[in-house]
């Protein structure tokens, strides 16, 4: 049987550009789940491509119908009556002799093994695929044609299914498929048929570069090496655009008088151009931007783009100029009208709560003055217009109005890390006004009860809490926030979890050594980020993982004897041999491990690995004397607490 | 050169052509198109409807006493509702483009992600901002909710800001410099309207009496809501005066915001208030509707 390829396009109005690359992943799933639900996966390969304007999914080497199979069915006992026998091969419209014979756990039966076609996988694709294509996912979906009806990202307005030459007839939401395509709004023709083979390329000549890569290809060979480069606008105007063009264009270079973190903003976010920098890596007066089509002979787009960007100049010029009339710290009693949050007071409020958390957490003139000038910049027209820019324009404007550089660096940096791929600000002011502010919100939030819940975070507290966590981390800053979380106890489990989510997700540690460093106290993420580094370096070597199962067993001999420690150990009763080799070698690790760095600490106590086997090899905690029952009992405490500073080895999941 | 008017002519033509019914603008004041009655009652129920009509637009925040070439107290829109949404709905749209002498072949035109939502009509959709050139032209929202309630049909609701469009197709850096009409000049005509507004808006407007206006019109609407239910003759009732004074109530708030009077903790509390109302009219409406079917 002849190999098939397979085409399907879902002809949709403009996708979002970002949810298409889920879209895509859900399609493939979705149809892979089909292939192998159904017995064709076999072989077969797909390929996914999109353009703002259509889904494609191609497959090469689907079968023309399912292979044939048999389906065994069970009649009566071969013992059986007759009759029964004749009953069984009638209703099944064979004869007898047809029947064969089952050998069973109750013997043997008589058996028909009945052949079932394999079906065409032109049917098996126009039944699954409406399903699959209203299955695919989207963030947010809308109906188009009534309220119960069908949902999708935009309107679906055609579909092509080819199954080798042959249409793969369905219908979905009004909409039947078949071979034509649609070209370029503009460029292309509305409807132009199409096979598996000449698609692309009729693709092509209707000015759609179907290949996402392509598209990026070609955007990038035609701007200039000068971009500043930028991944994520990238991405948008390789799926905003089904045929990208790059044109240049420029502005008045009075502009560059205007910080550049506000024209840049205004050309990346709000108009999606790429900025240009000099060779001295300063902001040049150019930019480019990527249209849908295929050239500007008459200059038109760049100059309609020059001139919009020209009227957004103006209005962030106008802006700056406008909030020079009144400085930061003039504008602190105007906070008292911009509400934070009902119940826990207006930015004044709040400013005053940050610097005085800043003060307590050792935060030098400089980061004080930065908090009581922080939230200022919400007043200001410029963040008004630009709120992505709220902190930096307070950074900007602190500069101009002769704050000194540390305080004007700390209010600029104060919302980092914007995510925990941002780095977190860059002076000690800073980093404490960005913990102050965040751990405020959290403290302020939890005493009301604003707890996330599930997928319900309105406030941004997790945000907030990995923040913290991240700076404090990355920044080597032991200050004492665990205090301060501690005392609220949902608080407190809430930036655990923080905790855990950052060592874990975003820098790797295995759960279980998460588990064990924190059940060894976290008031110092400084030092518990330390002593993971060196669970994790001991971890492999031999003597490891067979002591972390021991120091479980004590655990649990202790746990058992439900023996609290406060004894002190009495070396008289200690029995000579492994009991007496064990104290000895305890107290010698116990001498060095205090002056040790974490990981020759862990050494140190995983090299106690071969006296505590012996130990348990040769000597019975549960000796009949209750005095040297309760010595070994010390002893067991003894190892166990003065060994777990660096982390609780019980915590330590082990193989053997 | 087709001056401001002439461009407002040639596009209520093109969707006079496609079969909607020309309106003239609401006369109580609003904010944007889709508040007229015209769009928030008409796109509610199982009655088809086309319309198109270019209703002046109050955003008094965003008055700047005329000294600002791009921003506008009172700007206009053009407003059309297609329901339910033919299937070549961005086609048509691109079609009244070419209508206004854009030749989309020498442009760029982009569909870029915008939904939109008015909380005050417990109202959203699904759709985009279409840039020309890096130019947001238009709003484009296929309607799902109004006034809380899903559409039956889904109508597509295409908003056209006219100064920009105009601005665009004479090449003018200032809105106030377009030609309105043959030796008139869009300042000419609104320069007054958006310097005494901003001085009325920012400056002058009595908070108190503000709130007054605002409180008579939310309990007269108020008022009226609560009889409907008891109403015998529903089809007499007066549910378009009744939201007439959900537009006052919207405007007045509007207006008071600009002015600075209210703080953002009573922000969410007042529009609950509009909402409120908003809401209420648009289940009387379906429910009056509802009814004259069923009697016809």
Not at chain 1, 128 to 152: C, D, E, N, S, V
Not at chain 1, 424 to 452: E, H, M, N, Y
Request: glycine letters at 8%.
């Amino acid at each position: 049987m002849s190999a098939l390829p397979f085409l399907l396009e879902i002809g949709v109005e403009e996708i979002p550009d970002w949810m298409i690359g889920g879209a895509l992943e859900s399609l493939r799933a979705l149809f892979q789940e089909l292939l192998t639900g159904r017995n064709l996966a076999e072989g077969v390969t797909l390929t996914l491509d999109a353009t703002p304007r259509r889904l494609v999914l191609r497959a090469q080497g689907l079968t023309e119908r399912q292979t044939d199979s048999e389906e065994l069915l069970l009649g009566p006992a071969k013992s059986a009556a007759p009759a029964a026998i004749e009953g069984f091969a009638r209703k099944l419209g064979v004869n007898v002799d047809d029947l064969g014979v089952e050998k069973g756990p109750k013997g043997d039966r008589v058996s028909y093994r009945k052949k079932v076609a394999g079906r065409a996988t032109t049917e098996i694709l126009a039944e699954a695929l409406p399903g699959i294509i209203l299955k695919i996912y989207f963030p947010k979906t809308m109906f188009w044609i009534a309220p119960g009806g069908p949902r999708f990202i935009r309107p679906i307005r055609w579909i092509v299914a080819l199954l080798g030459d042959a249409v793969v007839p369905f219908e979905l939401a009004g909409v039947h498929s078949g071979n034509q395509t649609s070209g370029h709004r503009k460029l292309g023709k509305a409807r132009v048929p199409v096979t598996f083979e000449t698609y692309e390329q009729t693709l092509l000549e209707n000015f759609v570069i179907l290949s996402a890569d392509e598209r990026r290809k070609k955007i990038l060979a035609e701007v200039e090496a000068s971009v500043k480069p930028d991944p994520a606008l990238l991405e948008t105007l390789v799926y905003i655009t089904e045929y990208p063009t790059v044109i240049g264009g420029s502005f008045d270079p009075s502009y560059l008088t205007l910080p550049a973190e506000v024209l840049v903003t205004v050309m990346k976010h709000h108009q999606k151009y790429f900025s240009v920098e000099d060779k001295s890596g300063a902001l040049a007066p150019r930019f480019f931007a990527v249209m849908n089509s295929n050239g500007d002979p008459d200059g038109l787009v760049r100059s309609g783009n020059e001139r919009v960007l020209r009227a957004r100049f103006n209005d962030a010029r106008f802006f700056w100029d406008a909030d020079q009339k009144a400085t930061l710290a003039a504008r602190v009693p105007s906070l008292e009208s911009v509400m934070f949050q009902a119940k826990l007071g207006s930015y004044l409020d709040k400013t005053k709560r940050v610097a005085d958390l800043v003060n307590e957490l050792g935060g030098d003139a400089d980061a004080v003055r930065a908090a009581e000038l922080a939230k200022c910049d919400l007043t200001s027209e410029l963040v008004k217009e630009f709120t992505e820019l709220q902190g930096v324009v307070g950074g900007l404007y602190a500069r101009v109005q002769g704050e000194t550089e540390t305080a004007a660096r700390a209010i600029y940096d104060q919302y980092k890390p914007s995510s925990m791929e941002d780095s977190v600000p860059r002076d000690r002011a800073g980093q404490i006004l960005s913990i102050a502010d965040k751990l405020d919100t959290l403290r302020g939030c939890f005493s009301i009860g604003l707890i996330p819940t599930g997928s319900r975070d309105p406030f941004a507290l997790r945000r907030a809490g990995q923040g913290i966590v991240k700076i404090l981390v990355e920044a080597k800053l032991s200050l004492p926030i665990a205090g301060i979380v501690k005392e609220n106890a949902q608080l407190a489990e809430f930036f655990l979890d923080r905790v855990r989510y950052y060592f874990k997700e975003i820098r790797g540690f295995q759960y279980d050594e998460v588990n064990a460093v924190l059940a060894s106290g976290w008031d110092d993420l400084v030092s518990v980020e330390s002593r993971l580094a060196a669970v994790q370096a001991v971890r492999p070597t031999p003597n490891f993982e067979p002591l972390a199962a021991s120091f479980k067993r004590i655990q649990n001999i202790l746990k058992q004897a439900d023996f609290k420690g406060g004894v002190s150990i009495d070396p008289a009763l200690l029995e000579p041999g492994a009991e007496a080799e064990l104290h000895a070698e305890f107290e010698n690790v116990r001498a060095t491990v205090s002056k040790k760095a974490h990981g020759p600490a862990l050494e140190a106590i995983a090299s106690l690995r071969p006296a505590v086997d012996r130990f348990f090899d040769k000597v019975l905690v549960n000796a009949a004397d209750p005095h040297v029952r309760r010595n070994r009992l010390a002893l067991l405490y003894q190892l166990r607490s003065e060994f777990s500073t660096i982390a609780d080895f019980s915590e330590i999941v082990t193989t053997s | 050169m087709d001056s401001f008017q002439q461009v407002v002519f040639k596009l209520k033509q093109y969707w006079a052509d496609r079969g909607c019914i020309i309106q003239e603008p609401h006369d109580v004041e609003v904010g944007a198109g889709t508040m007229c009655p015209e769009t928030f009652l008409r796109v509610l129920g199982p009655k088809p409807y086309r319309v198109a009509y270019v209703q002046p637009s109050r955003r008094p925040a965003d008055g700047r006493y005329g000294e600002n070439p791009n921003r506008l107290f009172k700007h206009s829109q053009l407003q059309v509702i297609l329901k339910p949404t033919p299937n070549d709905v961005i086609e048509q749209y691109l079609g009244s483009l070419e209508a206004i002498g854009i030749d989309l072949a020498k442009h760029d035109i982009k569909f870029e992600e915008d939904n939109w939502e008015a909380p005050t009509l417990g109202a959203w959709g699904i759709g985009w901002q279409v840039m020309l050139d890096g130019l947001e032209i238009t709003q484009f929202t296929y309607f799902q909710q109004c006034g809380g309630i899903d559409l039956d049909l889904c109508p597509a609701e295409i908003t056209y800001g006219l100064e920009r469009l105009t601005a665009f197709l004479q090449v003018k850096d200032s809105v106030y410099d377009i030609e309105w009409a043959p030796k008139f000049s869009y300042g000419d005509v609104r320069f007054n309207d958006e310097l005494q507004y901003s001085v009325y808006n920012f400056e002058m407007a009595d908070v108190g009496t503000l709130w007054q206006l605002f409180d008579l019109h939310e309990k007269e609407c108020a008022r009226l809501l609560g009889l409907y239910p008891k109403a015998e003759e529903k089809r007499r009732f007066p549910l378009l005066p009744a939201y007439d004074h959900v537009l006052k109530c919207s405007n007045l708030f509007n207006t008071l915001d600009a002015r600075g009077a209210i703080s953002v903790t009573e922000r969410v509390g007042v529009i609950q208030r509009v909402r409120k109302i908003a809401v209420g009219v648009a289940q009387a409406w379906v429910n009056q509707q509802h009814g004259a079917e069923a009697a016809q």
